[in-house]
């Protein structure tokens, strides 16, 4: 099986615009859950979506966004960038289910100048 | 929320060498697993154990549940087995979402 796949790999912002950010789980997965790190926070949790919808949020502010497609794939949003949003963004992908394993994509590098 | 504590937060080790990192948390947990983040940011499935006992080649892991702490061994240490170990749990309320300790560097060197 393929693993999970993430695009881009790399971005360059300037503060002000907007990013989106794609995730691709492995097949036959039905949650992906999306985590920002930063050297300063470490790993922390963004969002989960499960068959489409929103099952759990982490604390982070209304510019960050995501939604999940029919086809599991996902994507992550962040409007209105800031110097902060800099970080290394990293999407998991699992079947479903509390008790499985996290399988994590390569990650999207966000520089915001 | 639960609270998830690595230790040592470094450990430089001469090739060869077996070392053991520990992960305590403070609450039961649905989830516990381990992972190696490699210099790249990938972030690598070690163990998914939120209890007993696992080998996988050179590494192993044990978690014991009921008093809260998981411990990750590495032998006969390689250059490739530098990076950062990650311990990370679900807790039984934290509805899916991994809850990350700080990390563990380690260097190996040859």
């Known amino acids: 099986k393929a693993g999970v796949t993430q695009t881009p790999r790399y971005l360059i912002k300037t503060r002000g615009q907007q990013v989106t950010l794609s995730c691709s789980p492995i097949s036959g997965h039905r949650s992906v859950s999306w985590y920002q790190q930063t050297p300063g926070q470490g790993l922390q949790f963004l969002f989960e979506y499960f068959s489409e919808t929103q099952r759990n949020k982490g604390n982070f502010p209304g510019r960050f966004s995501g939604r999940q497609f029919s086809n599991s794939r996902s994507e992550m949003n962040v409007s209105t960038l800031e110097l902060g949003d800099s970080a290394l963004y990293l999407c998991?992908?699992?079947?479903?289910?509390?008790?499985?394993?996290?399988?994590f994509g390569p990650g999207t590098r966000l520089l915001v100048l | 929320g639960i609270q998830v504590e690595q230790s040592p937060p470094d450990l430089i080790l001469q090739e060869g060498a077996n070392s053991t990192l520990r992960c305590n948390f403070s609450?039961?947990?649905?989830?516990l697993q381990w992972f190696h983040q490699n210099p790249w940011g990938q972030l690598i499935n070690l163990f998914y154990i939120p209890s007993g006992t696992k080998q996988n080649g050179r590494l192993s892991a044990t978690t014991v549940a009921t008093e809260r702490y998981s411990l990750l061994y590495i032998s006969s240490s390689q250059t490739t087995d530098s990076g950062v170990y990650f311990c990370?749990?679900?807790?039984?309320?934290?509805?899916?979402?991994?809850?990350w300790g700080a990390g563990t560097k380690l260097i190996i060197k040859p």
């Open positions: 609450d039961s947990v649905n989830n």
């Open positions: 990370a749990v679900v807790g039984m309320d934290s509805n899916y979402q991994l809850i």
């Open positions: 998991a992908s699992s079947p479903g289910t509390v008790r499985e394993t996290q399988y």
